[in-house]
């Protein structure tokens, strides 16, 4: 079992940045691929990024890459997602989730593990 605990959300003024990370109470984090996954208000929850377990293999939706980077330090069970360029459209709950799937994959469905999520409000 992994628990994961989203923190870094908050309001930001459209142009600025924030830095979301993603704790895990085990220490076997290492093991687990760990997307983020946010969700707006009536919308489902979609794929932004992923790291796989390495950090070899790393994912954007296209609609952040150039604005979100994403990392993990295994060390501290964490990983981030540096998000910057926010947009009013990036509005949302920002949830992570882990698998043991040992590269990024995009559908929801195969993530075992979820945080509580983070509010992201970006204002115009």
């Known amino acids: 079992q992994v628990q994961l605990v989203e923190s870094g959300g908050g309001l930001v003024q459209a142009g600025g940045s924030l830095r979301l990370s993603c704790a895990a109470s085990?220490?076997?984090?290492?093991?687990?691929?760990v997307c983020w996954f946010p969700q707006a208000p009536g919308k489902e929850r979609e794929f932004v990024a992923g790291?796989?377990?390495?950090?070899?293999?790393?994912d954007y939706a296209d609609s952040v890459k150039g604005r979100f980077t994403i990392s993990r330090d295994n060390a501290k069970s964490t990983v981030y997602l540096q998000m910057g360029s926010l947009k009013p459209e990036d509005t949302a709950v920002y949830y992570c989730?882990?698998?043991?799937?040992?590269?990024?994959?995009?559908?929801?469905?195969?993530?075992?593990?979820w945080g509580q999520g983070t509010q992201v409000t970006v204002s115009s």
């Open positions: 085990r220490r076997t984090f290492s093991s687990y691929s």
């Open positions: 989730a882990a698998t043991r799937i040992r590269t990024v994959v995009t559908g929801r469905t195969f993530y075992d593990y």
């Open positions: 790291i796989s377990w390495s950090g070899g293999n790393i």
